[in-house]
């Protein structure tokens, strides 16, 4: 009876199998928020040599760059739904395989490295199948999965960067193998929910076309498709930006207002409360604005929020700027999806899912790594202002696509294509 309560208060109008998909992500990702956070104590915990501790996060990193596209091609071909219940049921195994070794003192950091990539790759495999699921349960109308985005992604900041996280490495501190085993029934949980959700097929059968056939296609797709294209690109020079001060952010904090450890907790806070507020209030300004106005008011910000963040000396004000880029990324990341999933076919989601974050994820690493680059010769203050000039001038060449009229024509061409297919 409480979990019925429970799945019609998550559902928001959109469906009682809406309500076991937040549901499911809610119990996943806070058992993320537990894991991650009891991760790094468990590995610092192993080692302290600089090259050993990176292995860890590199190996989180590299699933995004292999499989993103392999990901998407298989959601068109397999029920996503069976892919995202068999995927959280393999990262139940890992985890508890991480549990069982911490419980028995066998942790090592090879360990810790593989199952990092483990559960990376599940999350591509997990988040591409979701993404195109989406649709198929709330409806392509925008509005639908603008609400249908924002509750998941509020939920996912909230429940993994300010319950999980705290609470990990609280546990950790107690008991240490009760995070990773508390991950693992988070991952059993959110399994079982998905898999009582009525199975919904791809819309085609890819079945008689090889893989490769499958990807140039989804990539084709992309690659024609002109507004979704350019927001594709937007977005990997947009992640390129926000790396390149993200990657030095905890030492301008600490030099520059000699904040510890509690007070850098406070500053990415003030990231992620933005978050939330974007998630939440994006569908409100989108409906005033329109979309494209939105999207672009969003980077805007973005840009402006970082200039200030490089040049201020007072706390308040970069606490107030980080929750303005907080709410930017977030609402822009909110609007986007909701965009793509509404404009592309139900049986090319997946693959066009999978190509759009491959190029969305492609400009990370070279962000950090320059950003490290530019904050050692140039100074710390050097990487913000980059990475605003950046985020600007790709707003403005971006708004030469992204307007009104491009989304408008998108839209309607959706809807031209509903009316032939229903004739």
């Keep these: 009876m409480a979990l019925r309560k429970a799945l019609r208060a998550a559902d928001a109008g959109l469906g009682r199998d809406y309500g076991k998909l937040w549901t499911s992500s809610a119990c996943s990702t806070f058992g993320d928020g537990i894991y991650l956070t009891a991760l790094l104590l468990m590995a610092a915990g ?9 292995t860890v996060s590199v190996a989180g990193t590299l699933p995004g760059l292999l499989f993103a596209l392999p990901g998407g091609a298989l959601a068109d071909r397999v029920d996503r739904r069976r892919i995202m219940w068999v995927t959280d049921a393999v990262r139940f195994g890992f985890v508890a395989l991480v549990a069982a070794a911490v419980a028995t003192d066998r942790l090592t950091i090879g360990l810790l490295a593989a199952v990092s990539f483990a559960l990376a790759t599940g999350e591509i495999l997990y988040t591409t199948a979701s993404q195109s699921i989406v649709p198929q349960i709330v409806s392509r109308a925008p509005e639908r999965l603008q609400r249908a985005n924002s509750r998941l992604v509020s939920a996912q900041i909230l429940l993994r960067d300010f319950v999980g996280r705290p609470l990990g490495g609280a546990l950790y501190g107690v008991v240490a193998w009760l995070p990773p085993a508390l991950n693992a029934l988070s991952f059993g949980l959110a399994s079982a929910l998905i898999a009582s959700v009525p199975s919904r097929p791809t819309a085609i059968a890819t079945a008689r076309t090889g893989l490769l056939a499958d990807l140039r296609e989804g990539m084709r797709w992309l690659w024609r498709h002109r507004l979704l294209r350019t927001l594709a690109f937007a977005v990997c020079i947009d992640n390129f930006a926000f790396m390149l001060w993200n990657s030095v952010l905890v030492l301008m904090l600490q030099d520059r207002f000699g904040l510890g450890g509690f007070g850098f907790g406070v500053m990415t806070a003030c990231l992620g409360i933005g978050g939330i507020v974007g998630s939440l209030g994006v569908s409100w300004v989108s409906r005033r604005a329109g979309i494209a106005a939105t999207m672009m008011g969003a980077m805007v ?22 929750f303005a880029v907080g709410a930017a990324a977030i609402g822009w990341n909110v609007v986007t999806v909701s965009l793509r999933q509404s404009l592309v076919p139900a049986g090319l989601q997946g693959r066009v899912n999978g190509t ?14 320059l950003g490290g680059l530019i904050g050692t010769w140039q100074g710390l203050r050097a990487p913000f202002l980059w990475s605003a000039a950046v985020v600007l001038l790709c707003a403005l060449m971006a708004a030469r696509v992204v307007n009104r009229r491009s989304v408008a024509e998108a839209e309607a061409d959706v809807e031209e294509d509903a009316h032939l297919d229903a004739t």
């Design 46 to 54: 192993l080692t302290r040599d600089p090259v050993l501790l990176s």
């Design 301 to 322: 910000l973005e840009g402006l929020a970082t200039v200030v963040v490089g040049l201020t000396s007072e706390r308040v004000v970069a606490g107030a700027m980080l």
């Design 356 to 369: 759009y974050r491959l190029v969305a994820l492609a400009g990370a690493p070279a962000g950090a790594a």
